[in-house]
């Protein structure tokens, strides 16, 4: 009986608990202490429970078991979740998986119509995810989180019209601006650990779940992950946008959480102020916030080049003020940037040669013959298309490229025989064909650079309205000549590159891709699918090979089409490599500090050139611009003393929208949609901008300030980060479909001229200047002719990356993606390891970037194993020594899993031995004659300093699954 009595004594004071409203702002709070029902603005009961229920020691009180033999909760959405503007706060703690898992883990999902997400991304960030639907949103997220079972974690998002933010801990992680905002979302939400599409077995506790109606400030949300009360505290938040057409300057004022329902009839008044001074310039009301969301113009006819405020105060019905908000604006100058011609000389860069016509007669070659262009290392012939191809000695052609056509069932050949040269100079050359067959008149006009670069422009013409069952083009290279392939599927670390497999590979429109091997290659690219038609049963892309040949077919029309008027389409190839490679390319060493103070000037001899990184170097992420000119300049003087060329990064396709240009006369040159801050982007406060590279404005601006930075400080080149062709529909980038919808152009011509002006502007003023692109897993090469060392290796983040990196990157894909040598740039790796795989993978990654003669930018690894290899390759004089691949025969006779590559120095024999396999004791024959060796005095592993066994001309070493060695062998006595 007294059991009982408690047991309706706690129903009588818990019940009304769980009836009582949450005190807004928190408009819905489920602790989980033994019950799904959560004290609630709207209904607070559950709508739908999925799973088992069960509870758990939690962070505070009990917590929900989730996931796994778990319970997903619905609620109802009227009242507890406001899609114009809210926050959602929780604690996490995963029982059974860490930080280091691919794996989704979904806590907050309001989907259809609308969609709110609060979830860990497989790749391992947390997120908070906006959007009108399940096509159209925005995301602000992390870095990846590596979390250890049974540790509990705050996690908090919050969003408005102006911005989505996510927290980790506390601390902001990340944060996205303008997220698409629903008009309304979903009935019901889900709160749990849904894997969405990806099936796995895991288990989490939720607790202390609060949603609230406005979002939360940083402060706020500190306080909760330190578990203290929360008093919310709204504040409006300013966007400004320059119109140098109107001369005025747009704002707009997001009130999220201080107007509508929490203050009818409120307004704001709006001016701009001088800065040091009490009255304004230009003054504006706002009346109206729909959507939380007002927004007024100031005129700026009265206000000349300076530095202002722009404040804003909310008031209420009565005139009093509630708040305000204050942001700074610079009126820049005029555009004195506008139309310089920095870099657009028309001549030959180096190391290039001029562009030939080749064969007698030259320019006066008779016409209907094939006309061959030269250049480095390169021989272009044409007839009506590409006729052959010849790079480093080689053919890659085994039949011509041709257009064909089905028409009745028959394929017709619509390409002639010789193209009609029309202008050659050293720098370029232009040519075109006409023919004419079954209805269609077909004509070509090729543009042929001296890097080698190509662009055709296929117009095809019917007479009259036509019916076409395909239209395609097609061609042949030897097999031995394709055993690789690499495309670019915007799928970053699902890029493919490796092995040409037996079946081939196929693909629906991409807008690149090569085919080569370890010396040379052929690659297609284009821009957009224009004038395109795809098929549902025929890929567009399908390379096929067939005996000692491979056939590549592009389907630019895949299915029955009525051609009633002319269609153009426009596509490049390009033979690779592009450029030599620099005799001292094994030279090029890099430290791994990227500050900019004079006391971390690299002093060691190995470490030649350095990046400047933005953060707490340069004003606005990627502009380039110091914090403290001073001290930069010291920076540089410090490091040219010590034979260190300084590379500050400077973004060629994104602004930071700090920068007091992009403000103003952003809206000349912006990429729409296009914006990224990833951690170190927020930490410098604002978002990273997409740039239209198509634009003038925008390649004069940032040639005109990197020019400024050249003379100023002397810097010796740029690091352009996020280098790949990015989709834009600004200005003449935009395109219309047969429906009337924009769609994008992955604008690589206008990428590929930025480029180059900035190769030009850098080499003019510093012949030994240094480029160095980032473009991980994205090798577009048209676009990467005109740098002197690409970058790639940052995908393997978003793996499963322990130290072991031959599980996601084996010996063919190493070859067809990251070698250089079949590209032309330089090829530099970035390691992406972490503690605690540090030790073990950073010795093993060593080997395997020698054994393919690839440098390392050595961060994210053990720079001592760096330096002590360094040391050790250059004492035995690797700069100058021949380098036999393991590919080609290195003079080392191994078992099939150990790959050997071989360095034959004037002292001494470098071997980069790599385990491709399990654990096993190696026996290395070695051809002493082809390796100039008369016998063999001692092998020694420089990374761990152990001997091999020597046995006449036999090495022996115990290897490890998966382990890579470096020995260096001293020659002997025979």
Not at 450 to 458: A, F, M
Not at 639 to 652: E, F, S, T
Not at 730 to 756: F, H, M, N, S
Not at 910 to 935: C, Q, S, Y
């Amino acid at each position: 009986m007294p059991l009982l009595v408690a047991f309706l004594c706690l129903l009588a004071v818990g019940g009304p608990a769980w009836a009582q409203r949450p005190t807004p702002p928190v408009v819905f709070h489920a602790s989980f202490d033994g019950t799904l029902e959560a004290q609630a603005r709207g209904d607070g009961k559950p709508v739908k429970v999925e799973g088992p229920v069960a509870y758990r020691p939690g962070k505070v009180g009990q917590a929900l078991l989730c996931g796994e033999g778990g319970a997903l909760v619905h609620y109802a959405t009227p009242g507890n979740l406001r899609a114009a503007a809210g926050s959602v706060e929780l604690w996490v703690c995963p029982l059974d998986w860490t930080g280091e898992e691919d794996e989704f883990h979904v806590f907050l999902e309001a989907l259809n119509p609308g969609w709110l997400v609060f979830y860990r991304y497989y790749q391992g960030g947390f997120f908070t995810l906006l959007g009108t639907d399940g096509g159209v949103y925005r995301a602000a997220g992390s870095d990846r989180i590596r979390w250890k079972p049974g540790e509990w974690h705050h996690l908090a998002g919050t969003w408005r019209t102006s911005r989505l933010e996510v927290y980790v801990d506390g601390q902001r992680a990340g944060f996205v601006e303008d997220p698409p905002v629903p008009d309304r979302l979903a009935d019901t939400f889900r709160l749990g650990d849904h894997p969405w599409h990806v099936a796995r077995k895991r288990q989490t506790l939720l607790d202390e779940v609060r949603l609230y109606s406005v979002p939360l400030d940083g402060e706020s949300i500190a306080r909760a992950a330190q578990g203290e009360a929360v008093q919310p505290a709204p504040r409006v938040v300013l966007q400004l946008a320059g119109d140098p057409d109107a001369d005025t300057l747009r704002v707009t004022c997001d009130a999220a959480g201080l107007v509508g329902e929490a203050g009818p009839g409120r307004r704001a008044r709006v001016e701009l102020v001088p800065q040091g001074q009490a009255e304004p310039t230009a003054r504006a009301e706002i009346a109206t916030f729909p959507k939380d969301v007002g927004r007024c113009a100031l005129p700026l006819a009265n206000a000349p080049e300076g530095d202002y405020e722009v404040r804003a105060a909310l008031l209420d019905a009565a005139g009093k003020e509630i708040t305000r908000a204050v942001v700074p604006f610079t009126r820049p100058g005029p555009p004195v940037w506008s139309g310089n011609t920095l870099g657009l000389a028309d001549k030959v860069l180096p190391p290039w040669t001029p562009l030939r016509v080749v064969g007698a007669g030259g320019m006066r070659a008779k016409q209907g013959r094939p006309v061959t262009l030269g250049c480095w290392g390169r021989r272009y012939e044409f007839g009506g298309l590409l006729r052959q191809v010849r790079s480093a000695g080689a053919n890659l052609l085994a039949r011509p490229v041709t257009l064909e056509a089905v028409i009745g069932g028959k394929t017709v050949t619509l390409s002639t025989a010789a193209s009609r040269l029309e202008k050659a100079t050293d720098t370029r050359a232009t040519l075109s064909s006409t023919v004419a067959a079954a209805g269609l008149k077909v004509t070509a006009r090729h543009q042929v650079e001296y890097d080698g670069y190509t662009w055709t422009n296929l117009t095809v013409d019917p007479a009259r309205p036509l019916r076409v069952g395909e239209l395609r083009l097609t061609w042949r290279m030897p097999r031995a000549q394709a055993t690789l392939m690499h495309a670019d599927a915007f799928q970053w670390i699902n890029n493919p590159a490796g092995s040409l497999k037996p079946e081939g590979w196929s693909s629906d429109f991409t807008h690149f891709f090569w085919l080569g091997n370890e010396e040379r290659g052929l690659s297609w690219y284009a821009e957009s699918p224009r004038g395109w038609r795809p098929s549902a049963t025929k890929r567009a892309i399908e390379v096929t090979p067939r005996g000692d040949e491979v056939l590549v077919t592009i389907r630019l029309i895949a299915e029955p089409t009525t051609l009633a008027a002319k269609r153009t389409y426009g596509f490049g190839m390009m033979a690779t490599p592009v450029r030599p490679r620099p005799p001292d390319a094994r030279r090029w060493r890099m430290p791994t500090t990227i500050t900019a103070d004079a006391d971390s000037v690299p002093t060691d001899p190995n470490r030649n050139f350095t990046i400047v990184w933005p953060n707490n170097n340069m004003r606005w992420y990627g502009y380039p611009e110091p914090i403290d000119r001073a001290k930069f300049a010291a920076y540089v003087k410090a490091a040219h003393q010590k034979g260190c060329r300084v590379v500050p990064y400077i973004n060629l396709n994104f602004i930071s929208a700090g920068a007091p240009e992009w403000l103003f006369y952003g809206s000349r040159r912006a990429a729409p949609r296009r914006v990224v801050t990833p951690s170190d982007v927020a930490a410098m406060g604002y978002a990273s901008m997409g740039t239209c590279p198509a634009s003038r404005d925008w390649q004069d601006f940032i040639l005109y300030r990197i020019n400024e930075m050249i003379d100023r400080y002397g810097v010796d080149g740029i690091y352009i980060d996020c280098w790949a062709p990015q989709p834009c529909k600004a200005g003449t980038c935009g395109w219309k479909d047969e429906k009337g919808e924009v769609q994008p152009t992955r604008p690589i011509r206008a990428y590929r001229e930025i480029l180059r002006r900035v190769y030009a502007l850098c080499h003019e003023k510093r012949p030994d200047a240094l480029l160095m692109v980032h473009m991980s897993s994205e090798v577009v090469i048209p676009m990467l002719s005109f740098t002197d060392t690409i970058l790639d290796g940052e995908q393997f983040t978003s793996g499963n990356l322990k130290e072991d990196y031959l599980e996601l990157l084996p010996p063919d894909k190493f070859r067809a993606e990251f070698l250089g040598r079949n590209w032309g740039p330089v090829a530099f790796f970035l390691p992406e390891l972490r503690e605690p795989h540090v030790a073990v993978g950073t010795p093993n990654l060593a080997a395997y970037l020698l054994l393919h003669d690839v440098n390392p930018w050595p961060i994210w690894s053990d720079g001592a194993v760096w330096t002590r290899l360094f040391s050790a390759v250059d004492a035995a004089g690797i700069n100058d020594a021949r380098f036999l691949p393991y590919w080609k025969g290195s003079g080392v006779r191994a078992p099939e899993e150990v790959l050997v590559s071989a360095y034959v120095g004037k002292s001494a024999v470098i071997l980069a031995v790599m385990n491709t396999g399990e654990a096993t004791e190696a026996r290395l024959a070695l051809d002493l004659p082809r390796l100039g060796l008369k016998g063999i005095a001692s092998a020694i592993d420089l990374l761990r300093d152990e001997p091999a066994r020597v046995e006449g001309s036999t090495l022996t070493i115990p290897l490890a699954r998966r382990q890579g060695r470096v020995l260096v062998v001293k020659p002997g006595d025979a």
